[in-house]
């Protein structure tokens, strides 16, 4: 399994993400409509990793990211994410990269002012949640 690329676990109610970190070379990893509780520490050492879809989860906080500097995509929408508060740190390292979040349906959308500071912390953004921003489309 450590030279896998990419690993679609969907609809198979896992409740953690625990075992993965030996899939160093993971590019894709697709874990959506499971039941998992959090972002597993093993996550910071996919270091190639590109895509990264936890959506459908009950996910409540956004953690252990650092050092993923090649994460292009990440869907989050449809977890349990209350706030906004603890995104900047848990971003530090995809602001220049990731050009697409999905954080629709988690309470954390609902705040004041949401698309306006996912688009001031991720400047490269292209796609926040179901929306291309204006001026971002891709030909």
């Given amino acids: 399994m450590t030279k896998l690329q990419r690993i679609s676990l969907q609809s198979n109610r896992l409740e953690t993400m625990s075992g993965l970190g030996a899939c160093t070379l993971l590019v894709e990893l697709y874990l959506s409509h499971n039941g998992i509780w959090t972002m597993d520490a093993q996550l910071t050492q996919l270091k190639n990793l590109k895509v990264?879809?936890?959506?459908?989860?009950?996910?409540s906080k956004v953690e252990n990211l650092h050092g993923l500097t090649q994460l292009e995509d990440l869907w989050l929408n449809d977890n349990q994410i209350a706030g906004l508060e603890g995104l900047d740190d848990a971003l530090a390292d995809q602001r220049g990269g990731l050009t697409?979040?999905?954080?629709?349906?988690?309470p954390a959308a609902l705040e004041e002012g949401y698309k306006e500071r996912i688009m001031q912390l991720l400047p490269n953004l292209v796609q926040l949640d179901a929306d291309v921003l204006p001026g971002k489309e891709v030909l």
């Fill in 100 to 106: 697409t979040i999905y954080l629709e349906n988690n």
């Fill in 52 to 59: 990264l879809d936890v959506s459908n989860n009950r996910i």
